[in-house]
Nanobody, 121 residues
């Protein structure tokens, strides 16, 4: 079985930057999509950005022009560079990845534990 471990959250002032990292571990055969979602108090979880195995990306409108998602396939890691942060970006950010494992058939959807991002005004 696999695991996603997130890091990089914290408290920043409006206009600042953070970079989130998420590393997948386990007997991984391949990784399909990797992405980031976020959930603010009282709101539903929403997609922020996603990147497929070939490097093609997609962003929520609120993230376009400010956030950049990337991946390092050799390290089984996905990143989210967040610039020009706004108070409305405050949320728990969750890593998501679709994994296949050596010796197992099928694909499985994994989630990280979440990391808190707080942006003060």
């Amino acid at each position: 079985q696999g695991q996603l471990v997130e890091s990089g959250g914290g408290l920043v002032q409006a206009g600042g930057s953070l970079r989130l990292s998420c590393a997948a571990s386990g007997s991984i055969f391949s990784i399909d999509n990797m992405g980031w979602h976020r959930q603010a108090p009282g709101k539903q979880r929403e997609l922020v950005a996603v990147i497929n195995s070939g490097g093609s990306t997609n962003y929520a409108d609120s993230a376009k022009g400010r956030f950049t998602i990337s991946r390092d396939n050799a390290k089984n890691t996905v990143y989210l560079q967040m610039n020009s942060l706004k108070p409305e970006d405050t949320a728990v950010y969750y890593c998501n990845a679709v994994l296949s494992f050596r010796g197992s058939q099928g694909r499985y959807d994994y989630w990280g534990q979440g990391t808190q991002v707080t942006v003060s005004s």
